[in-house]
Structures are given as C-alpha cells and as structure tokens.
C-alpha cells in the first residue's frame, strides 16, 4: 500500500512558477515509478510528467516539455515538479501517483493517488 500526499498549489500569474511536491509512504519508495496528472475543469484526468525509480529518464507530456521538471529524492521519499512559465491553460488539480507495474512512463496511471492539489495560473 502506498499514500501520497501533495503540496505546494496555489495561485500564480501567467509566466510564473510554482513547485509541487508530493510526499510518499507504505511501500518501498525506491521501487515505485512516480508522476503527475492533472484535470482542469470539464476535461479527462491527463498525463503531465513521469520519472522512473532510477530518475534517468523523466517522461513529459509535450505541452510542458521544456516548461516542467521532475525530479525524485529517494532517501526522503518525495517527488517534485518544478513548473515555471506556467500559462492559464496549465490551471487544474494536480495529483500525485505512483506505479509498481511500470507502465506511467508510458503515461498509463498506477494504482496510488494522492488527493490532489489547486493550480490555478491567472492571465
């Protein structure tokens, strides 16, 4: 079993930056393929960002390549992704996951969620 649990959301104007974090526990961390989804209102849960346990080989959704990083801290157990040059179309509820099986680096979710958190990018 695992639980996540994320932060860092709030309200930015477009151009800036915001960091989210998520903080994992329960099962091995080191072991888990971690990433980002978000929903904006009245749209599909979508795939923003993965990183596998290794954090060799960060996986990114085109519309925030070169916007967006993520990055992983195995002895702490947390996952983070840096957003900077965020645009109103970046407004959503963002949430953690987590994945045994391996297949978010293909952007398919894991099992594990966490409960989300607020960005909302004004213009």
């Known amino acids: 079993q695992v639980q996540l649990v994320e932060s860092g959301g709030g309200l930015v104007q477009a151009g800036g930056s915001l960091r989210l974090s998520c903080a994992a526990s329960?099962?091995?961390?080191?072991?888990?393929?971690m990433g980002w989804f978000r929903q904006a209102p009245g749209k599909e849960r979508e795939f923003v960002a993965a990183?596998?346990?290794?954090?060799?080989?960060?996986y990114y959704v085109d519309s925030v390549k070169g916007r967006f990083t993520i990055s992983r801290d195995n002895a702490k157990k947390t996952v983070d992704l840096q957003m900077n040059s965020l645009k109103p179309e970046d407004t959503a509820v963002y949430y953690c996951?987590?994945?045994?099986?391996?297949?978010?680096?293909?952007?398919?979710?894991?099992?594990?969620w966490g409960q989300g958190t607020q960005v909302t990018v004004s213009s």
């Open positions: 996951n987590a994945d045994l099986a391996g297949g978010l680096m293909a952007g398919k979710a894991g099992n594990y």
């Open positions: 329960g099962q091995t961390f080191s072991r888990l393929t």
């Open positions: 990183i596998s346990w290794l954090a060799g080989w960060p």
